[in-house]
């Protein structure tokens, strides 16, 4: 399973960091094969393909979805509202839309090294936004909003190294992060 993320890195051919801090390694799947699975070492010796406009567009989409962990439909929703919302660049909606997503958020709060697995912290309802249980992590978190760890599960073996990853940790501008409490508000809307 942790083997397929580091083959979607590989075959987008950059670094899109789906393992956490594997990723700064110099053990990433990606710095000792830079070329796509499926080749072998004689092949990927051969010129890169041209691609097209389109499969330079498929492949930005396909960036999106493996870097936030979403699925075609989900992608598609989000990019509908950010079409229906006239006030301002469609990528900068969707960029914010992104970001503020419940599981993106703890990520960024640096409660975790990645990702798929704050999605995984949220969903077993580890997490408290405004005082209330969530475990929804596509749950859309406005400013104001705070997010912390449930105190039942603050001895639990995910959170048992948070503390020394909290100190070195530096959060996005629009987060404001209590290390003592382990709680983080959010100040205002992402921006690009």
């Known amino acids: 399973m942790l083997e397929n993320k ?5 075959r987008i051919g950059e670094k899109l960091f789906l393992r956490g801090d594997k990723c700064f390694t110099p053990k990433c799947p ?3 094969k830079p070329y796509a699975p499926g080749m072998s070492k004689k092949t990927k010796s051969r010129r890169p393909k041209n691609r097209s406009e389109y499969g330079l567009q498929l ?3 396909q960036k999106i979805k493996l870097t936030y962990g979403i ?3 989900q992608f598609s929703n989000y990019l509908k509202g950010a079409n229906k919302k006239s006030k301002g660049d469609t990528e900068a909606l969707l960029f914010e839309a992104l970001e503020s997503r419940l599981d993106n958020v703890v990520f960024r709060l640096g ?6 697995s704050a999605r995984q912290i ?3 309802g580890h997490i408290m936004v405004n005082g209330r249980k969530v475990n929804v992590p596509s749950c859309k978190i406005k400013s104001g909003d705070k997010i912390c760890i449930r105190p039942q599960s603050a001895e639990k073996a995910i959170f048992k190294d948070i503390d020394i990853k909290i100190k070195k940790y530096n959060p996005p501008a629009w987060i ?3 290390k003592a ?6 100040i205002s809307q992402p921006s690009i």
């Open 30 to 32: 990606l710095s000792r």
């Open 6 to 10: 580091c083959k979607k890195c590989r």
């Open 59 to 61: 492949m930005e989409k």
């Open 122 to 124: 949220v969903s077993h």
């Open 111 to 116: 409660f975790c090294n990645s990702r798929s």
């Open 176 to 178: 404001k992060l209590d």
């Open 71 to 73: 699925r075609e439909r």
């Open 181 to 186: 409490k382990k709680e983080g508000e959010i």
